[in-house]
């Protein structure tokens, strides 16, 4: 994952301005951050082990001066976070600085090569970078762009880099394969980032790299060009319509509950999107005669709860496969015949896009749900819907979830009223209740937090927790169990109710806590079954019921209401308050929910 970012200023000293950029990068990695600029002819360089305001503490990142540089923030692959393996990495005359996200997948063959004539001082794949651009720049004497497209011509693997050279300091030069990258365009600066946010209090015009480009970037002008040479490119110029205070956390403590309490407006703007985009979706769905759906993580799970709204509402068949597992799952299977619906609220995902790439490569239609346009996947795909959450900083996924989710039921409504499987006034009234849904979420944030707390601090020293649910319900456990494991470290399993007496069960003894997401569709009078099941052998019961719902009350240590909601809809509402417990244990165990140990926002490794 690791954040990267690049700027070149007409008139003043970047390093303040990167140090700002890297803050909004930070979800992407947390181990260590550095900063290089060029002064006076030479590489000027902080870097160090932490966070980045641990580490502006102890060096004082502003201080750097210098009017071109680079930055980066890191989470480990090659080699434990330390000061040595934090970016920027140096070439042997310490005149060349590479900040890099990604893997060199024949870093060990390079730096074996590079090893016999270089000194190499960290354990990473990127130092191999900086050496061979030296190595080319010596051999050759050319310039730093071409001696850089040479270089990655010597390179397998994924990447976006920024390099900056002591003998060009008019130049930042930025490449990407397969790992994010945009370009800024400012009044006398230019900027290079991971992602948009980065930019966002710099500017909003930003230009989209593709995988296999390379750039040259002054303070007044930008050079594009394919890294084999044989193209130069005009890249896309899109205007950000997302504010710098989006991307803040507004007074709350962490961005995740900002982005929790965020989820009425996130739902509501999604639920604006321009009925011919969603309809443009559901006929391309329809068309197809093979529908597998592909995310990661809390995306997947609003992809399986997508694949229960298309059987229920719209009696379409869907196949529902986690991206890592995608390409093993369907050898032979996917041809021209089939369509990917792929969900990734980044875009960035290395697992979903491999799957999108091996799907497009045997060729299917690729149909996308994303939250970041112009995203890599929006990229791949013959149609892409953009979720209206805004930029959602904290590695947990909570506003984007029930975008998606709030996506997936229009479209699914929409598929019904195409193939005619529900009458018009229904898919009305369903329509009108998910219209419903901000609401609700909003009446839940204001009437359940505080008791959603107190459980929480009941229960937070509890070792092990279990959800459960049935149906589209089992999704919404799926997605609880996966916050509370995340951000509070506790281990949770989620379970098909109805699957848990072949095996979980035994793991209830007195006082074990079982989450049951319980709403009253179907399903309802089966998970009393279900309930009585582990409440006979000891468990708490904590519900997530539906307000009065006096049945499941009598069964429950604690019940949390939700006001009505369309059944095929509930993981959209009920979601909120394990959202919120999940966010509660963990602050009571003194975590940070925004930086959870060993992950980061995107993940762009296999
Ligand atoms: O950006 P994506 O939606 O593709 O990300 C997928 C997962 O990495 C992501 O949902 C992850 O599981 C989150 N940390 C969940 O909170």
Same mark, same amino acid.
């Given at each position: 994952?690791?954040?990267?970012?690049?700027?070149?200023?007409?008139?003043?000293?970047? @390093? #303040?301005?990167?140090?700002?950029?890297?803050?909004?990068?930070?979800?992407?990695?947390?181990?260590?951050?550095?900063?290089?600029?060029?002064?006076? /002819?030479?590489?000027?360089?902080?870097?160090?082990?932490?966070?980045?305001?641990?580490?502006?503490?102890?060096?004082?990142?502003?201080?750097?001066?210098?009017?071109?540089?680079?930055?980066?923030?890191?989470?480990?692959?090659?080699?434990?976070?330390?000061?040595?393996?934090?970016?920027?990495?140096?070439?042997?005359?310490?005149?060349?600085?590479?900040?890099?996200?990604?893997?060199?997948?024949?870093?060990?063959?390079?730096?074996?090569?590079?090893?016999?004539?270089? %000194?190499?001082?960290?354990?990473?794949?990127?130092?191999?970078?900086?050496?061979?651009?030296?190595?080319?720049?010596?051999?050759?004497?050319?310039? +730093?762009?071409?001696?850089?497209?040479?270089?990655?011509?010597?390179?397998?693997?994924?990447?976006?880099?920024?390099?900056?050279?002591?003998?060009?300091?008019?130049?930042?030069?930025?490449?990407?394969?397969?790992?994010?990258?945009?370009?800024?365009?400012?009044? &006398?600066? /230019?900027?290079?980032?991971?992602?948009?946010?980065?930019?966002?209090?710099?500017?909003?015009?930003?230009?989209?790299?593709?995988? $296999?480009?390379?750039?040259?970037?002054?303070?007044?002008?930008?050079?594009?060009?394919?890294?084999?040479?044989?193209?130069?490119?005009?890249?896309?110029?899109?205007?950000?319509?997302?504010?710098?205070?989006?991307?803040?956390?507004?007074?709350?403590?962490?961005?995740?509950?900002?982005?929790?309490?965020?989820?009425?407006?996130?739902?509501?703007?999604?639920?604006?999107?321009?009925?011919?985009?969603?309809?443009?979706?559901? %006929?391309?769905?329809?068309?197809?005669?093979?529908?597998?759906?592909?995310?990661?993580?809390?995306?997947?799970?609003?992809?399986?709860?997508?694949?229960?709204?298309?059987?229920?509402?719209?009696?379409?068949? @869907?196949?529902?496969?986690?991206?890592?597992?995608?390409?093993?799952?369907?050898? /032979? *299977?996917?041809?021209?015949?089939?369509?990917?619906?792929?969900?990734?609220?980044?875009?960035?995902?290395?697992?979903?896009?491999?799957?999108?790439?091996?799907?497009? /490569? &045997?060729?299917?239609?690729?149909?996308?749900?994303?939250?970041?346009? $112009?995203?890599?996947?929006?990229?791949?795909?013959? *149609?892409?819907?953009?979720?209206?959450?805004?930029?959602?900083?904290?590695?947990?996924?909570?506003?984007?979830?029930?975008?998606?989710?709030?996506?997936?039921?229009?479209?699914? +409504?929409?598929?019904?009223?195409?193939?005619?499987?529900?009458?018009? %006034?229904?898919?009305?009234?369903?329509?009108?209740?998910?219209?419903?849904?901000?609401?609700?979420?909003?009446?839940?944030?204001?009437?359940?937090? @505080?008791?959603?707390?107190?459980?929480?601090?009941?229960?937070?020293?509890?070792? &092990?927790?279990?959800?459960? $649910?049935?149906?589209?319900?089992?999704?919404?456990?799926?997605?609880?169990?996966?916050?509370?494991?995340?951000?509070?470290?506790?281990? @949770?399993?989620?379970?098909?109710?109805?699957?848990?007496?072949?095996? #979980?069960?035994?793991?209830?003894?007195?006082?074990?806590?079982?989450?049951?997401?319980?709403?009253?569709?179907?399903?309802?009078?089966?998970?009393?079954?279900?309930?009585?099941?582990?409440?006979?052998?000891?468990?708490?019961?904590?519900?997530?019921?539906?307000?009065?719902?006096?049945?499941?009350?009598? *069964?429950?240590?604690?019940?949390?209401?939700?006001?009505?909601?369309?059944?095929?809809?509930?993981?959209?509402?009920?979601?909120? #308050?394990?959202?919120?417990?999940?966010?509660?244990?963990?602050?009571?165990?003194?975590?940070?929910?925004?930086?959870? %140990?060993?992950?980061?926002?995107?993940?762009?490794?296999?």
């Amino acid at each position: 994952m690791c954040g990267i970012v690049g700027i070149i200023e007409k008139n003043s000293s970047v @390093s #303040p301005l990167i140090h700002e950029a890297l803050k909004r990068l930070e979800y992407r990695g947390y181990d260590s951050a550095g900063i290089a600029t060029i002064h006076q /002819n030479s590489i000027c360089i902080k870097k160090d082990k932490g966070k980045i305001d641990e580490i502006h503490q102890k060096l004082d990142l502003d201080s750097l001066p210098g009017r071109i540089g680079i930055g980066h923030t890191r989470w480990a692959t090659h080699g434990l976070p330390s000061k040595i393996n934090a970016h920027p990495h140096l070439d042997c005359t310490k005149k060349i600085a590479v900040v890099h996200n990604g893997i060199i997948e024949n870093f060990l063959e390079l730096r074996e090569d590079l090893e016999r004539r270089h %000194r190499f001082e960290s354990e990473t794949d990127t130092e191999v970078i900086p050496h061979l651009i030296e190595e080319i720049i010596l051999k050759t004497r050319c310039d +730093l762009y071409t001696a850089t497209r040479k270089a990655l011509q010597k390179i397998r693997g994924t990447y976006a880099i920024v390099v900056i050279y002591v003998e060009e300091p008019n130049v930042l030069v930025c490449a990407r394969n397969e790992s994010p990258l945009v370009i800024g365009i400012g009044k &006398n600066a /230019n900027y290079c980032a991971s992602d948009i946010t980065a930019l966002l209090p710099f500017t909003k015009k930003i230009a989209l790299l593709n995988d $296999g480009e390379i750039a040259a970037i002054n303070y007044d002008k930008i050079h594009v060009e394919t890294i084999n040479g044989e193209v130069v490119v005009k890249p896309e110029i899109y205007d950000i319509s997302w504010s710098p205070e989006m991307a803040q956390k507004g007074g709350y403590p962490h961005f995740m509950l900002k982005e929790i309490h965020e989820q009425p407006h996130a739902l509501t703007g999604t639920l604006l999107i321009r009925p011919e985009i969603i309809d443009q979706v559901a %006929r391309a769905l329809n068309d197809s005669k093979k529908l597998y759906i592909t995310a990661a993580g809390t995306s997947n799970h609003a992809g399986l709860a997508g694949k229960y709204m298309f059987s229920k509402l719209s009696a379409l068949q @869907s196949q529902a496969i986690i991206s890592s597992e995608f390409q093993e799952s369907t050898t /032979n *299977l996917i041809d021209q015949d089939t369509t990917i619906l792929a969900i990734s609220q980044s875009g960035e995902t290395a697992d979903t896009l491999n799957a999108v790439r091996f799907a497009k /490569n &045997n060729g299917a239609k690729i149909i996308s749900v994303t939250n970041v346009m $112009g995203s890599t996947i929006s990229r791949l795909s013959d *149609l892409t819907l953009y979720t209206q959450a805004g930029p959602e900083i904290g590695v947990a996924a909570t506003k984007t979830f029930i975008v998606q989710l709030a996506s997936l039921a229009l479209i699914s +409504l929409q598929i019904a009223e195409i193939r005619g499987v529900l009458e018009s %006034r229904e898919v009305d009234q369903l329509r009108e209740g998910l219209m419903q849904t901000p609401k609700i979420v909003e009446k839940t944030l204001k009437k359940e937090e @505080s008791l959603v707390r107190d459980i929480a601090y009941e229960y937070a020293y509890k070792p &092990n927790f279990l959800f459960l $649910g049935r149906g589209i319900s089992t999704t919404t456990a799926m997605e609880g169990s996966l916050k509370l494991k995340e951000i509070a470290y506790i281990h @949770s399993e989620a379970y098909p109710a109805g699957e848990s007496k072949h095996g #979980p069960i035994a793991l209830i003894e007195p006082g074990f806590p079982v989450v049951f997401i319980t709403p009253p569709d179907e399903t309802h009078e089966k998970i009393i079954g279900n309930i009585m099941e582990v409440k006979a052998r000891g468990a708490k019961i904590i519900s997530i019921a539906e307000q009065n719902d006096h049945d499941i009350k009598k *069964l429950s240590d604690k019940i949390i209401s939700i006001p009505p909601t369309p059944t095929p809809f509930s993981p959209i509402t009920y979601i909120v #308050p394990l959202q919120l417990l999940a966010y509660y244990i963990a602050t009571k165990r003194g975590f940070d929910p925004d930086k959870p %140990r060993n992950l980061a926002k995107s993940v762009t490794v296999l």
